[in-house]
């Protein structure tokens, strides 16, 4: 079965600093990843998406994630980060064949000033 | 701006009461999904529609009943709710794996209280 985990409830990052979001997938076939972010009483907006190609993926707001097939890994990243990044970040797999997609728990991004 | 509009923002209702949770999209897309999101809890899916056809309905009790009158518009409807259902119900709409990778683009979601 499709899934995604996501291991950190919580990063805490300074600005400036480079951040990482980490999530493992578990798919049968080729995967279609995707990263999500929610801001506080707001739906989730998206970032990036792995569908095939090179490993790396830009996204929006300078977001970028490295597609892993051997660790499996679908990890979020950005070189220097913002007070403005903290939110709510969801990685995302779709279930193959369907038009369903699968969240990870959620991992909350904390940036200090 | 969202391409995908939810009303009410927010609701409060009695455990007795009837509402609707009224979603529509923009974009063109041929799919919808309901999901609910509960504090400390992952994202789950409801319900999808594609193609105005409920296609997936993931043990979802009765008291949510769900409808797609067309491909852009989704309603979820609400009687005898429990407490424990307060939450944030997001829409989302897709233009299907047939047509794209499937990103999903959501709406601002409902924030629904149960007294």
């Known amino acids: 079965a499709q899934s995604v985990a996501q291991p950190e409830d919580q990063v805490n990052v300074a600005e400036g600093n480079p951040l990482t979001v980490k999530c493992t997938y578990s798919v049968s076939g080729n995967p279609y990843l995707f990263w999500y972010v929610q801001y506080p009483n707001r739906g989730l907006q998206f970032l990036l998406k792995y569908i095939t190609g090179d490993n790396l993926v830009k996204g929006s707001y300078g977001f970028e994630a490295e597609f892993n097939k051997s660790q499996t890994s679908f990890h979020l990243k950005k070189p220097s980060a913002l007070v403005s990044d903290s939110a709510l970040y969801f990685c995302?797999?779709?279930?193959?064949?369907?038009?369903?997609?699968?969240f990870g728990t959620g991992t909350r991004l904390q940036v200090f000033p | 701006e969202t391409g995908v509009t939810q009303t009410p923002r927010h609701l409060v209702m009695g455990m007795t009461n009837k509402k609707s949770l009224k979603c529509e999209q923009h974009?063109?897309?041929?799919?919808m999904y309901w999901y609910k999101q509960s504090a400390k809890k992952p994202l789950e899916l409801m319900f999808v529609?594609?193609?105005?056809?409920?296609?997936e309905n993931n043990s979802v009790p009765s008291r949510f009943s769900p409808e797609c009158p067309n491909s852009s518009h989704l309603f979820l409807h609400l009687h005898t709710l429990q407490p424990e259902d307060s939450a944030l119900y997001l829409c989302?709409?897709?233009?299907?794996?047939?047509?794209?990778?499937?990103?999903?683009?959501f709406g601002e979601g409902s924030r629904l209280t149960v007294l």
């Open positions: 989302a709409s897709s233009q299907g794996r047939s047509r794209s990778t499937g990103e999903l683009f």
């Open positions: 974009l063109g897309h041929n799919a």
């Open positions: 995302a797999v779709r279930v193959a064949n369907t038009d369903k997609l699968i």
């Open positions: 529609y594609s193609l105005e056809e409920r296609v």
